[in-house]
Each structure stands twice: as structure tokens, then as C-alpha cells.
């Protein structure tokens, strides 16, 4: 598993030529921000869908309420309705990444 500390690091590497050489802070931040407008984005109840091209798609979806089961007492449980994030990868480009 990578840690966000990872990414900034390739993401640095991924930007640095000749002339432009973002410090570890600056970069940082780009990556915090990015982060934080793609979660403030759903913040909106009626946004469910974000698509980034090339990327891949963030879905809010609706889970139901249901009964399940407590392991341990086994006994039934309600648990209720909530939104959960969902991500669909492009095909195309995570495909492409995996098989190289």
C-alpha cells in the first residue's frame, strides 16, 4: 500500500525538469488540495457522479438498510442506510498500467 507521503514523492519526481523543481512542501499542498476539492465536491447532496477523463469515475450510491447478523451473539442486527463513495477505473489506461 502506498502512503500519501509516496505519491508526493513520485508526483515531485514526475514534475521536476531543468528549469522547474517544486519543493516537497509545494507539492504537498497540490496534492492536498486535490484531494480535499474531489471530497468538498460531493459535500453537495445532489452531485453523485464525478467523472476525470483518462482517470476514472467517483460514484455516490445509496446502500439500503438491511439486516445482518453480529457474529459473536449471532444475533440480528439493523443496519441502517448510508452513502458510500464507489470508483470505476478507466478500463483503457488501468489496464494498460497493470499489464506493463
Do not use: C
Not at 492536498?32 to 453537495?44: A, C, G, H, P
Not at 445532489?46 to 476525470?52: D, F, G, P, S, W
Not at 449471532?74 to 477505473?89: D, E, G, T
Request: proline share 4%.
Amino acid at each position: 500500500m502506498q502512503k500519501k507521503q509516496d505519491l508526493v514523492k513520485a508526483v515531485r519526481k514526475s514534475l521536476v525538469d531543468g528549469k522547474y523543481r517544486p519543493s516537497e512542501k509545494k507539492v504537498l499542498e497540490f496534492v492536498d488540495v486535490t484531494l480535499e476539492s474531489i471530497m468538498n465536491y460531493f459535500k453537495d447532496k445532489r452531485r453523485l457522479v464525478l467523472h476525470l477523463s483518462e482517470f476514472g469515475t467517483f460514484r455516490v450510491r445509496t446502500r439500503h438498510s438491511r439486516i445482518g447478523y453480529d457474529p459473536e451473539s449471532n444475533l440480528k442486527v439493523r443496519i441502517p442506510a448510508y452513502r458510500a463513495i464507489s470508483f470505476i477505473p478507466v478500463k483503457k489506461a488501468f489496464r494498460e498500467i497493470i499489464e506493463s
